[in-house]
């Protein structure tokens, strides 16, 4: 079988393939990434002279690139994107081109293409906040940021495209993930490194926000059961059984690296922020996916990687004009101001 995967050289996508590789001798993957400040191809370095890998650099919002990567592909899982929520808050514009404008050129290929499955990744974050209880998939979407918008108008185009077209589509919806090789502007590789930089660590509002946090590795097992084993037309969401507020999830790093609190620093809060992600993963279980991970393992696992990998993140860091030029000032903001 021969999968094309999108977004490969990102953070899940990356993790995605090095495991479904190494679960499935008979797979074949092609991986399609455009390379954007974040995609990065050192995160595969090992797969470079594999024979069952193969790197293609491209936009997904250009059809003739999409199909000629997806020439005798079988499957399809989709996860190239636009995924930063503080970028969309500056920027929508690329968010839309991507999201949803580069999810409709895929299902459009692969309608085309007559592949076999297509699965579409995305996010917790369509749902919208919720104080109590947990969203179950036939739940209404209810997107704020930007970001998640332009992940809810993408996931109902491809549930729309099994009803449409008959295209074998399933999404699936995962929680806030963490582990190894991702983009040091998100909460966690950003507080990590920070604290090992002894520089502040930027805590929106009063912290209470609560996310739920799924191991890299359980996210992806989840997008390959869906592949094997969902049904068409149908959403799953993937999430495991750990609930933290950003605080707690703070003090933790801090704990870990052994790093006094008084690095915490509260800042404004982001425009919109929903308080609370919560979804239920039943549907998932019910197809045979089970949460592995540990998260006090997993966290200090993943703390402990980017502790002895600084050169990764220290370089991006560097390199990105935007961290330097938006997020240091952002986020040196005193609370109120
Ligand atoms: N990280 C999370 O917590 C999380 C949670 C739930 C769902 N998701 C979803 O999972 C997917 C992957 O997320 P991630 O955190 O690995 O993202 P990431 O930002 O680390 O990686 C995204 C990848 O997509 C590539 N890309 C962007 N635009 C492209 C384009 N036009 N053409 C081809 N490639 C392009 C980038 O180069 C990068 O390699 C996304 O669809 C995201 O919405 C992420």
């Known amino acids: 079988m021969k999968v094309l995967v999108t977004g490969g050289a ?10 479904w590789l190494k679960k499935n001798n008979r797979l074949e993957i092609v991986n399609l990434d455009k390379l954007t400040y974040c995609g990065d191809v050192s995160r595969l370095a090992e797969l470079r002279s594999n024979p069952r890998y193969q790197f293609v650099e491209g936009d997904i919002c250009d059809p003739s690139v999409v199909e000629r990567a997806m020439r005798g592909c079988d499957g399809v899982v989709h996860l190239a994107a636009e995924t930063h929520v503080d970028r969309s808050l500056l920027n929508a514009k690329v968010f839309i081109d991507t999201n949803v404008y580069g999810t409709y050129v895929m299902l459009e290929a692969a309608r085309k293409a007559g592949v076999k499955r297509f699965v579409h990744v995305s996010t917790d974050e369509v749902y919208g906040s919720r104080e109590k209880g947990f969203f179950k998939e036939k739940d209404a979407l209810k997107p704020t940021s930007p970001y998640a918008i332009s992940k809810t108008a993408a996931d109902f185009m491809a549930l729309g495209y099994a009803e449409s077209y008959g295209l074998n589509v399933s999404v699936t919806r995962g929680a806030n993930t963490y582990g190894s090789y991702q983009y040091p502007e998100k909460v966690i590789p950003l507080f990590v490194s920070n604290a090992i930089s002894n520089q502040a660590l930027p805590l929106y509002g009063d912290g209470l926000h609560v996310r739920n946090w799924l191991h890299v590795e359980d996210h992806s097992e989840g997008i390959i059961k869906v592949f094997e084993k969902g049904k068409k037309g149908e959403a799953y969401n993937i999430s495991s059984s750990v609930y933290s507020t950003n605080i707690e999830l703070t003090k933790r790093i801090l704990k870990i690296l052994d790093k006094p609190l008084s690095l915490i620093q509260k800042v404004k809060d982001r425009a919109g922020h929903d ?3 919560a979804i239920h993963p039943g549907k998932l279980k019910a197809l045979g996916w089970k949460e592995k991970a540990n998260f006090s ?13 600084q050169d990764w993140w220290k370089a991006i860091k560097e390199k990105d004009r935007d961290f330097k030029e938006y997020y240091q000032k952002a986020y040196t903001q005193r609370a109120g101001s």
């Open 275 to 277: 308080r609370r992600y």
């Open 10 to 19: 990102g953070f899940i996508g990356s993790h995605l393939i090095r495991l």
């Open 297 to 309: 393992r997993g966290l200090e696992t993943t703390v402990r990687w980017y502790q002895e990998n």
